[in-house]
C-alpha cells in the first residue's frame, strides 16, 4: 500500500490505512489532515476534512453507496441519495434539493435515455454498424457522432430539423492527430506535426499560417504568427520565466518553492500573490508607477 507520495516540487503526502487496507488518514504536506472513520456495523464512512467539516456516507450490503450527508453545523446538514438496478447502476440521484433524476440502460449498461427532474430527457443510441451515435437532447435536437474503427471522430451533423444539418468534419494522420479541421461553413483549419510534443504549424481558413517550436521537455519556445513571433523561457522544472511579445513587451514570472506564482511583471508594473500554507491566494498586489492596488 501506498504510505506517502511526494510530487514534482517535493511536497510530500502520507497515509495511514487500517487493517483492511483502508485509508484511514491522509497527512497533507501542510501537516493539515483529512481523516475517515469506518463503521462496519451501519456501513457508513465519517470524513473529517482539513477544517474539520465532516461528510457521512452510507452503503447497502454490497458496498453500494445510497446516502450522503453533507454537515453544515453538527445539526444541519445536506443529503444526496441513490438508488441502483441490478446492474449496480445508478437509476436515480435525488439531490439536496429533492430533485430526482432518473437514469434508463440497454442490456449492456450503458445509459439510453437521462431524465430530469422536469421529465424532459436526453436520449443516446450507441454506435451503429456504420459506427455512428446519435444524442436527443431535452429539446428534442439531434446530433450524430461518426467515429473510425481507431474511435476518433470523423463527422458530426447537427440537425436544425429532421433532414437538415451543419456538418463538421475531421481528418487524422497514421498517429493519431488531427490533421484537418472542416467547419459548418466550409471553412478548413490545417494542422502539421515536426516534433513528438504538439503541432507545428497551422494553417488557417484565410491562408495565415502560425507555427510553433518546443525545447526538450516539451514547453513551447516560440510561437510565430502575422504579428510576429512571440519567445518564451524556463526553468529547470518548466514554470514559465518570461514572455517576449512580437511588440517587444517583455513578461517575467517568478515563484516560491512550492511552485505558486508569485510575481508578474509587465511594462506597467508589478503584480504580487501571496499564499497560506495551503497553497491557497490570500492577496493580490497590483503595483503601478508606486501606487499600489490590492
Known amino acids: 500500500m501506498v504510505t ?54 452510507y452503503y447497502d450490503g454490497i458496498g453500494r453507496l445510497t446516502k450522503t450527508e453533507w454537515y453544515i453545523s453538527p445539526t444541519s446538514f445536506l443529503t444526496e441519495t441513490y438508488t441502483y438496478n441490478y ?4 437509476v436515480t440521484r435525488t439531490d439536496p434539493g429533492g430533485h430526482v433524476y432518473f437514469c434508463e440502460y440497454d442490456s449492456h449498461g450503458r445509459p439510453i435515455k437521462i431524465y430530469n427532474p422536469d421529465s424532459t430527457y436526453r436520449q443516446v443510441h450507441y454506435v451503429d454498424t456504420t459506427g455512428t451515435v446519435t444524442i436527443v ?16 471522430l470523423v463527422w458530426v451533423k447537427e440537425y436544425t430539423d429532421s433532414t437538415t444539418y451543419y456538418l463538421t468534419q475531421y481528418t487524422y494522420d497514421s498517429s493519431g492527430n488531427l490533421t484537418s479541421f472542416t467547419d459548418a461553413n466550409g471553412n ?55 514572455a517576449q511579445y512580437p511588440n517587444q513587451t517583455f513578461i517575467t514570472f517568478g515563484y516560491d518553492a512550492n511552485g505558486n506564482r508569485t510575481l508578474m511583471t509587465d511594462p506597467e508594473g508589478t503584480t504580487s500573490h501571496i499564499y497560506d500554507n495551503r497553497n491557497r491566494l490570500i ?9 499600489s492596488i490590492l
Open 137 to 152: 437532447d431535452e429539446n428534442q435536437h439531434k446530433k450524430e457522432y461518426h467515429y473510425n474503427r481507431a474511435g476518433q
Open 283 to 291: 492577496s493580490e498586489t497590483r503595483l503601478i508607477d508606486l501606487i
Open 188 to 242: 478548413t483549419t490545417f494542422y502539421e506535426y515536426d516534433s513528438l510534443f504538439g503541432v507545428t504549424r497551422v494553417t488557417y481558413p484565410d491562408s495565415t499560417v502560425e507555427t510553433f517550436s518546443y525545447d526538450a521537455a516539451g514547453n513551447v519556445l516560440s510561437r510565430t504568427d502575422a504579428d510576429g513571433t512571440t519567445e518564451f523561457t524556463y526553468n529547470a522544472i518548466s514554470q514559465l520565466l518570461s
Open 87 to 90: 446492474l449496480d447502476k445508478v
Open 4 to 57: 506517502s507520495i511526494t510530487d514534482a516540487e517535493g511536497n510530500t503526502s502520507h497515509f495511514e490505512y487500517d487493517i483492511l487496507g483502508r485509508v484511514t488518514k491522509k497527512i497533507n504536506p501542510d501537516l493539515t489532515e483529512v481523516e475517515a472513520v469506518y463503521n462496519d456495523q451501519n456501513n457508513y464512512i465519517t470524513i473529517y476534512d482539513e477544517l474539520d467539516h465532516y461528510t457521512i456516507k
